[in-house]
T-cell receptor, first 114, second 115 residues
Framework: AQSVSQHNHHVILSEAASLELGCNYSYGGTVNLFWYVQYPGQHLQLLLKYFSGDPLVKGIKGFEAEFIKSKFSFNLRKPSVQWSDTAEYFCAVSSTGGGNKLTFGTGTQLKVEL | KAGVTQTPRYLIKTRGQQVTLSCSPISGHRSVSWYQQTPGQGLQFLFEYFSETQRNKGNFPGRFSGRQFSNSRSEMNVSTLELGDSALYLC??????????????FGPGTRLTVT
């Protein structure tokens, strides 16, 4: 069975600080990887995704993530966070050919202080 | 284009009762997935419907069921409610032209409280 681990449950940063949120997955086959974000009072939305090819993927709002197959990791990064990045971030995985079944991590609550 | 809508937004039920939640996908979307979100377990996949057929199923007991209509609208039903069923139930839709993965758009959720 697939599983996803997010090691940081709560992160507090000052504006302009760099961000890296860890995500590790467990699955023996080929996977698709995602980061979703949920801003306060808003719907869950896709930040970025990795299917194949370049392991460094860029998403919306300046976020990027790097897929390291040997480490089963898909860490999310942003060089300089803004107050508006305050949100909950979820890493998710689906198996290729598995349709739309997503397995989510437990989420990381990010708070950016002015 | 209207987003995914879920009704009702909030619901309070008593243990032992049953409940039906509704999801209207984005126009043109044929796949609807349901997730349960709780503070302890996070987001867990319930099931996915595509062209009125259940295509994927998570590890939930048989008390949780769903269906999809010909207009792609979906309902999920929980029978014999337990306190642990209190959660935010999210619906997500996608175009699913090829049956492979494509971006899912999430609704605002239905907050179910079981007392």
């Amino acid at each position: 069975a697939q599983s996803v681990s997010q090691h940081n449950h709560h992160v507090i940063l000052s504006e302009a600080a760099s961000l890296e949120l860890g995500c590790n997955y467990s699955y023996g086959g080929t996977v698709n990887l995602f980061w979703y974000v949920q801003y306060p009072g808003q719907h869950l939305q896709l930040l970025l995704k990795y299917f194949s090819g370049d392991p460094l993927v860029k998403g919306i709002k300046g976020f990027e993530a790097e897929f390291i197959k040997s480490k089963f990791s898909f860490n999310l990064r942003k060089p300089s966070v803004q107050w508006s990045d305050t949100a909950e971030y979820f890493c998710a995985v689906s198996s290729t050919g598995g349709g739309n079944k997503l397995t989510f991590g437990t989420g990381t609550q990010l708070k950016v202080e002015l | 284009k209207a987003g995914v809508t879920q009704t009702p937004r909030y619901l309070i039920k008593t243990r032992g009762q049953q409940v039906t939640l509704s999801c209207s996908p984005i126009s043109g979307h044929r796949s609807v997935s349901w997730y349960q979100q709780t503070p302890g377990q996070g987001l867990q996949f319930l099931f996915e419907y595509f062209s009125e057929t259940q295509r994927n199923k998570g590890n939930f007991p048989g008390r949780f069921s769903g269906r999809q209509f010909s207009n792609s609208r979906s309902e999920m039903n929980v029978s014999t409610l337990e306190l642990g069923d209190s959660a935010l139930y999210l619906c997500a839709s996608s175009v699913a032209l090829t049956g492979a993965w494509d971006e899912q758009y999430f609704g605002p959720g239905t907050r179910l409280t079981v007392t």
